[in-house]
């Protein structure tokens, strides 16, 4: 089955550093990867969506020069967390679909999540 | 902005089946059913999908009503490890939306 892996699983850090999490996806190409942020007790809340090749699409409320992303490749998609700080301690999960024809509707893969504590 | 609604939470015993139901009323044509379940700590599973057909695979069966308003992931044999947040999506190759999604806690 499709596998998306997610790292670092958890990162712990000083509050300024840029935090990079990595999102592949092993057996499939995905052209469009999808961004999660997960507080304590409650649901998954879309941030974004990676698009390969061009500039990802944020929700509403969420700060595009604080969380940086870049879609390179078909398999590869990064977040970078900028000048992170305690209140951007979160669970981020990433998410990819196959991108091949013919494949609309198929379920999205998700990645095991990264645990980001910011000191 | 989800557009299911799920019961908060249910319990079930282990060997049981465990019958999880959602409301999607405001569904369009050409969305299908998703579901995901979370145990702690980890990314949403992939359970099962569908449009307008009962779908059954090794995990799931799910039941779609004639009017695809609502929807029933069936775990027909709950084991303790089934015990997480189950999520109700529905969604057409585009992004997915979380609610809140049903705890099922599976007693022994």
């Known amino acids: 089955g499709a596998v998306v892996s997610q790292h670092p699983s958890r990162v712990i850090c000083k509050s300024g550093t840029s935090v990079k999490i990595e999102c592949r996806s092993l057996d499939f190409q995905a052209t469009t990867m999808f961004w999660y942020r997960q507080f304590p007790k409650k649901s998954l809340m879309l941030m974004a969506t990676?698009?390969?090749?061009?500039?990802?699409?944020?929700e509403q409320g969420v700060e595009k020069d604080k969380f940086l992303i870049n879609h390179a490749s078909l398999t590869l998609s990064t977040l970078t967390v900028t000048s992170a700080h305690p209140e951007d301690s979160s669970f981020y999960i990433c998410?990819?679909?196959?991108?091949?024809?013919?494949?609309?509707?198929?379920?999205?893969?998700f990645g095991d999540g990264t645990r980001l504590s910011i000191l | 902005d989800a557009k299911t609604t799920q019961p908060t939470s249910m319990d079930c015993a282990e060997g049981r089946a465990a019958n999880l139901p959602c409301n999607h009323s405001?569904?369009?044509?050409?969305?299908?059913v998703y579901w995901y379940r979370q145990i702690h700590s980890q990314g949403p599973q992939y359970i099962i999908h569908?449009?307008?057909n009962n779908e059954t695979n090794e995990m799931a069966s799910l039941i779609i009503t004639e009017d695809r308003k609502s929807s029933t992931l069936i775990l027909p044999h709950a084991t303790l490890r089934d015990t997480a947040v189950y999520y109700c999506i529905v969604a057409n190759n585009n992004d997915m939306r979380f609610g809140a999604g049903t705890r099922l806690t599976v007693k022994p």
């Open positions: 405001t569904i369009s044509g050409n969305e299908y």
């Open positions: 998410s990819a679909r196959d991108g091949r024809a013919g494949a609309n509707n198929q379920p999205q893969h």
């Open positions: 569908g449009l307008k």
């Open positions: 990676s698009n390969e090749g061009s500039k990802a699409t944020y």
